[in-house]
Every structure is written in C-alpha cells, then in structure tokens.
C-alpha cells in the first residue's frame, strides 16, 4: 500500500501524518515501503488512527458535519429539481406550440397541393394565392420544420431523465439524513 493511499484515507497529506507521528517524511516513506521501521510510539498512533477510520461511527463532529453536508447536498437538489421543473415547462410549451405549428403548415401544404391537382377545384380557386400559403408553409417549415421538433423532443426527454435522477438523489439524500438524524 502506498505512503499517499494511507496518508489520503487518513484525510492528510504524507507530510502531514509524518508531522503528527513526530518522524521525518522520508522515514515514512521508507516505513511505508517495508524498508524501515517506525517507533513504537508512531506505530500505536498510527494503528490507532487508522483503526478509528475503519470503525463506522466516527464521532459526534464527523456526525454533525456530515449531517450539515447532507443538508447542503439535499438543498442544492431541491433547487436543481426546481429549475429543472421550470426548464421542463418552458420546453413542453415551446414543444407543444412547434407541434402545432408544423403540423399546420404540414397540412398547408397538403390542401394547397391537393387543390392544385384537381382541375376542377383549380378553376374555382385563386392559383396564386394558392402558391403564396404553399410557399409561405413550406418556408416556415424550412425554417423551424422537424429538426427543430425533434431537437426539442430529445431536450424534452434529456430534462424527463435528468428530473428522474435528481428526484432518486434527492430521495437517497433524505434517507441518509434520516438515518444520521436517528
């Protein structure tokens, strides 16, 4: 096991530790890699220190930092789970008007040519008005056709999914704080 890995579960740095098992960082080092032994007095720091980080209750501090960090964690979800509600609106709004829209302009598009193929409905009608709502349809439906549909419908998904995984962490950030509040 590596100097660094011992050092990082302890939450310090390998000069750090050294410092607080009164031993120079070198003797650590080497203490680390088998070469060299430490004093007993370090030994039993260390074996003490270490076995503290492998017991599951940590201490009152650790519970009360952790509850506070879970708090913070719970309420950043919540806010993120908000604007992610917010953003889901605008975009199923926006969705549901683009729908609309290229489904109008779709059907445009059709009755124009529908009416332009049969003769006798042709005579009847104005041709050239005709052609203006078929271009004007077909313009609009170039501009924000089904590309943008489907990038909006993707949006739409991407936010349903991101709403699932927010709502899961929230739910598991609630469960922890009940359990460290028990």
């Known amino acids: ?30 203490y680390m890699c088998g070469q060299r032994n430490l004093p007993l007095k370090a030994k039993l720091l260390l074996s003490e220190m270490l076995g503290f980080v492998k017991f599951e209750d940590k201490g ?13 964690a719970k309420a950043r979800l919540e806010r993120q789970l908000r604007a992610n509600e917010d953003q889901l609106y605008v975009v199923g709004k926006k969705l549901e008007s683009l729908e609309v829209r290229y489904q109008t302009n779709l059907d445009a598009v059709g009755v124009v040519d529908y009416l332009l193929a049969h003769p006798t409905l042709k ?13 004007q349809a077909s313009h609009t439906l170039s ?4 590309a943008d549909l489907t990038a909006l419908r ?26 460290l509040r028990a």
Do not use: F, Y
């Open 154 to 179: 993707l949006k739409k998904e991407v936010l349903e999914l991101e709403k699932l995984l927010l709502a899961s962490a929230l739910q598991k950030t609630v469960r922890t704080l009940e359990e």
């Open 1 to 30: 096991m590596k100097n660094t890995t011992i050092a990082s579960l302890l939450g310090m740095t390998k000069n750090q530790l050294a410092l607080l098992l009164r031993v120079h960082p070198t003797q650590l080092s080497m």
């Open 60 to 72: 009152a501090a650790v519970r009360r930092l952790v509850i506070v960090q879970q708090e913070a």
């Open 123 to 135: 005579e009847q009608l104005d041709n050239e008005l005709l052609e203006v709502i078929g271009r």
């Open 143 to 146: 501009k924000s056709g089904l």
